[in-house]
């Protein structure tokens, strides 16, 4: 079955220090990768979509990389605001139904 | 618009009752999606409507299960005879025809069975 997998699955990050996410899937009419952010408590907040590989999307300090196995969503100099789970999940025919990664939680010390 | 909505955000049920969940999405969204998430793990789909027809199961949605949305507004998610394996949050999304895969989530239902 065709799934995501996200890695690492737990990151801890000083104030200003980058990194970097893991989305590593398994392609089989793949038709974009999504990202979204969920902060504890909340429903997940789309991010970006990717479609094709070598595309990039930024937002803030956010970039998202799209290869033609996997994304990554890279963390310019974080701030304590970036403390989340980050969730990617493929897209594909009917994507609404396939599965999300189980997610990368960053914490982001001061 | 504030985005959607859902109601109650915490139920805590004894195992044997029956509970209902509500979700309002964004009022110009046609699409409505319910998923279930538990802990360390991401939302695993459950069911889609587009207006009030519901066009998929998840093989998840077990007979205990029933969704409906009547008037293509907003949504019930029903679950009889809980058990505790289903203590999960419950998740309701909603997406425009024009964007259908940039998806918008409420803030969840979390269900505790006792």
């Known amino acids: 079955e065709d799934q995501v997998t996200q890695s690492p699955e737990a990151l801890r990050l000083q104030e200003g220090e980058s990194s970097s996410l893991n989305c590593s899937y398994t392609v089989s009419g793949l038709r974009g990768l999504f990202w979204y952010r969920q902060d504890p408590g909340k429903g997940p907040e789309f991010l970006f979509t990717?479609?094709?590989a070598g595309e990039e999307k930024e937002k803030e300090r956010l970039k998202a990389t799209l290869t033609k196995k996997e994304s990554f969503l890279h963390i310019t100099a974080p701030k304590p605001e970036d403390s989340a789970t980050y969730l990617c999940k493929r897209g594909g025919s009917n994507d609404y139904k396939l599965s999300f990664g189980a997610g990368t939680t960053v914490t982001v010390r001061a | 618009d504030t985005g959607v909505s859902q109601d109650p955000r915490h139920k805590i049920t004894k195992r044997g009752q029956n509970v209902t969940f509500r979700c309002d999405p964004i009022s110009e969204h046609n699409r409505l999606y319910w998923y279930r998430q538990t802990l360390g793990q991401g939302p695993e789909f459950l069911t889609y409507?587009?207006?009030?027809?519901?066009?998929?199961k998840s093989r998840l949605l077990s007979d205990r299960f029933s969704a409906e949305r009547p008037k293509g507004s907003f949504s019930t998610l029903e679950i009889q005879r809980t058990e505790q394996g289903d203590s999960a949050m419950y998740l309701c999304?909603?997406?425009?025809?024009?964007?259908?895969?940039?998806?918008?989530f409420g803030p969840g239902t979390r269900l505790t069975v006792t």
């Open positions: 409507f587009q207006n009030e027809a519901q066009l998929e």
């Open positions: 999304a909603s997406s425009s025809p024009e964007s259908s895969y940039e998806q918008y």
């Open positions: 990717l479609y094709s």
